[in-house]
């Protein structure tokens, strides 16, 4: 089981830069697919970037060549550096875990709003 806590979120201008770290305790983190997903305010919840154990990358095109994501599976933690943010990246963003059983777990969120 992992329990994740997301730091960094924040109010930004477009074209800004924020780092998202998640810091996760438990078991067996090297072994999860993490990913950072975001829900906007009557929207769903989806991903937009994933790093499994492996170091396969995946990224939605909304945030490709903006976005990167990275671990350090030593210090359990997952980032995501996004940079020249738009007002469309609003949004809160979750780290989620999903192990090699299919288990998933989430964090509690972080608000990003990009805003002049």
């Known amino acids: 089981q992992l329990q994740l806590v997301e730091s960094g979120g924040g109010v930004v201008q477009p074209g800004g830069s924020l780092r998202l770290s998640c810091a996760a305790s438990g078991s067996d983190f090297s072994l999860h697919t993490m990913a950072w997903q975001r829900q906007a305010p009557g929207a769903q919840r989806y991903s937009v970037s994933y790093i499994t154990s492996g170091g396969t990358i995946y990224y939605d095109d909304s945030v490709k060549g903006r976005f990167t994501i990275s671990r350090d599976d030593v210090k359990k933690m997952v980032y995501l550096e996004m940079t020249n943010l738009k007002p469309d990246d609003t949004a809160v963003y979750f780290c989620?875990?999903?192990?090699?059983?299919?288990?998933?777990?989430w964090g509690q969120g972080t608000q990003v709003t990009v805003a002049s």
């Open positions: 989620k875990a999903r192990g090699p059983s299919g288990v998933s777990y």
